[in-house]
């Protein structure tokens, strides 16, 4: 099985940068695509970015687009998030997953086949 741990999150002010990662242990699958997802305060999971394994296709929301870049390396079964010119807004746990394309840009965050433990992101004004 697959275990997901999420690191790199913190407090930085507006405009800052913040990169966090996401580290796989056990036996990853070529079938897996990744991303990431956040939850705000009293909000649901929503969808931020997702990656192929072959990093060959990325995804991301409305709302970052521009901001946030989603690679990985599979050597070192890790995918990242650069988040640039951060805004209060992107304050939330953040969430990396992997199952299905499908599953990760739809935002179906409960129907993943593997998820971490979230990571904290504030960002304050």
């Known amino acids: 099985q697959v275990q997901l741990v999420e690191s790199g999150g913190g407090l930085v002010q507006a405009g800052g940068s913040l990169r966090l990662s996401c580290a796989a242990s056990?036996?990853?699958?070529?079938?897996?695509?990744t991303g990431w997802f956040r939850q705000a305060p009293g909000k649901e999971h929503e969808f931020v970015a997702a990656?192929?394994?072959?990093?060959?296709?990325?995804a991301y929301a409305d709302s970052v687009k521009g901001r946030f870049t989603i690679s990985r390396d599979n050597a070192k079964n890790t995918v990242f998030l650069q988040m640039n010119s951060l805004k209060p807004e992107d304050t939330a746990v953040y969430y990396c997953?992997?199952?299905?394309?499908?599953?990760?840009?739809?935002?179906?965050?409960?129907?993943?086949?593997?998820w971490g433990q979230g990571t904290q992101v504030t960002v304050s004004s």
């Open positions: 997953g992997a199952g299905t394309w499908g599953r990760l840009v739809q935002g179906r965050f409960r129907e993943l086949d593997y």
């Open positions: 056990g036996r990853t699958s070529t079938t897996y695509a």
């Open positions: 990656i192929s394994w072959s990093g060959g296709s990325t």
